[in-house]
Nanobody, 119 residues
């Protein structure tokens, strides 16, 4: 079993920065992709950013130029650096990872970490 464990959420003022972390833990064999989605009340879950094992990145349109995804391979950890935060970035941020073994490929979600952007 593999778990996606997030940390780093909190309250920040508009224009501020936060960094989220997500670590793949447990019986990790190969992580094909890690990333972040977010969801705010009354809205659908949306893509924030993903990073593949081949170093391909994808960003949601609303965060391009402000958020950066990176990783530490040795620690199976991905980071989301969020700069110039706006009130509309307020949401629960969920880590997402795609994990492969010799038998299967399974997607995992973290429990979420709350980011609140408010003055």
């Amino acid at each position: 079993q593999v778990q996606a464990v997030e940390s780093g959420g909190g309250l920040v003022q508009p224009g501020g920065s936060l960094r989220l972390s997500c670590t793949a833990s447990g019986s990790v064999v190969k992580v094909l992709l890690m990333g972040w989605y977010r969801q705010s009340p009354g809205k659908e879950r949306e893509l924030v950013a993903t990073l593949t094992s081949g170093d391909s990145t994808t960003y949601g349109d609303s965060v391009k130029g402000r958020f950066t995804i990176s990783r530490d391979n040795a620690k199976n950890t991905v980071f989301l650096q969020m700069n110039n935060l706006k009130p509309e970035d307020t949401a629960n941020y969920y880590c997402y990872l795609v994990h492969a073994t010799a038998r299967d490929v399974i997607n995992y979600w973290g429990k979420g970490t709350l980011v609140t952007v408010s003055s």
